[in-house]
């Protein structure tokens, strides 16, 4: 039903700014919930930013709160993570996923994964 890339993924230095894209693939995109989510070495994938169909309603972790912004184009069949004040903790692989569940911060709803992208931060 959709097909999803991440890309924009790289190095970059803390305090600085990267913005990832999902370009997704399917008749249906407008009609699903798109997340992000990222991991770590050693670490559970965790839940980073999600935003409705809609495009009326975002969804942030509280690590990243007032640093990141989620966005989508429908139009595009687009979806868009600005991240800005980068730590190093950021530091992970990215993942864009789709669900048509109201569950957007749970990673076990999502039906639909890309490959990831990485990003890393450097102290």
């Known amino acids: 039903q959709v097909q999803l890339v991440e890309s924009g993924g790289g190095l970059v230095q803390a305090g600085g700014s990267l913005e990832l894209t999902c370009a997704a693939s399917?008749?249906?995109?407008?009609?699903?919930?798109m997340g992000w989510f990222r991991q770590a070495p050693g670490k559970e994938r965790e839940f980073v930013a999600a935003?409705?169909?809609?495009?009326?309603?975002?969804y942030y972790a509280e690590s990243v709160k007032g640093r990141f912004t989620i966005s989508r184009d429908n139009a595009k069949n687009t979806v868009y993570l600005r991240m800005n004040s980068l730590k190093p903790e950021d530091t992970a692989v990215y993942y864009c996923a789709a669900t048509m569940s109201i569950a957007v911060v749970a990673a076990t709803t999502y039906n639909y994964w890309g490959q990831g992208t990485q990003v890393t931060v450097s102290s």
């Open positions: 935003i409705r169909w809609s495009g009326g309603g975002t």
């Open positions: 399917g008749r249906t995109f407008g009609s699903y919930n």
